[in-house]
């Protein structure tokens, strides 16, 4: 049975803790990553028209990449600095505090390809090439430009999409480790 604790100034106190920002932290980048991944995107897609879609997305990606790297990065401090034994058995990926470690560098890694490769490279040249065609991207007859534009963006699109699942995947096991067993 639970030991039933009772709210007083101490306890309050005590809830201003590493662990307890630790868990504020995750939620947050937990949250934001679901969030962009599963409903903001699809939700701007449906209500905006596409021009307005790909100058929102050009904004908000790089805040959302940055705020990830920043945030994961920042549990991975806690996390060694929690788990003393981390750095010496670093080489050691079946021990549960090296695992949850590289679980959160995945995500550092993948977050920081999109925001330093994959980002950058899907720039607005098929906005700008529309305008001088004066057609859509996916209407009949466009320039043979164009095309490769479109198989470029569709190619980068699914490798950041990928690499952006993979961490909210790695995420949610951070998530029910620490659930289930704690920092």
């Given at each position: 049975m639970a030991h039933v604790q009772v709210l007083s100034p101490a306890t309050l106190l005590g809830t201003l803790s590493p662990k307890g920002a630790y868990i504020i932290g995750y939620s947050w980048l937990y949250g934001?990553?679901?969030?962009?991944?599963?409903?903001?995107?699809i939700i701007a897609l449906r209500a905006l028209p596409r021009h307005q879609f790909g100058a929102l997305q050009h904004m908000t990606f790089p805040v959302y990449f940055s705020s990830s790297i920043g945030l994961s990065?920042?549990?991975?401090g806690f996390w060694a600095y929690a788990h003393p034994g981390l750095l010496v058995n670093i080489t050691s990926p079946l021990r549960a505090d090296v695992a949850?470690?590289?679980?959160?560098?995945i995500v550092i890694a993948l977050q920081s390809c999109n925001q330093l490769v994959v980002g950058?490279?899907?720039?607005?040249?098929?906005?700008k090439l529309e305008k001088e065609e004066?057609?859509?991207?996916?209407?009949?007859?466009?320039?043979?430009q164009m095309k490769a534009?479109?198989?470029k963006f569709?190619?980068?699109?699914?490798?950041?999409?990928?690499?952006?699942?993979?961490?909210v995947i790695a995420l949610t096991f951070h998530g029910l480790w620490i659930g289930s067993y704690g920092l």
């Open positions: 934001m990553s679901v969030w962009v991944s599963f409903f903001g995107g990065s920042t549990l991975l949850q470690a590289y679980v959160l560098g950058p490279m899907t720039s607005r040249q098929r906005h004066g057609k859509n991207y996916n209407e009949p007859g466009v320039s043979a534009l479109n198989a569709a190619k980068l699109h699914g490798i950041s999409s990928l690499a952006n699942l993979g961490a």
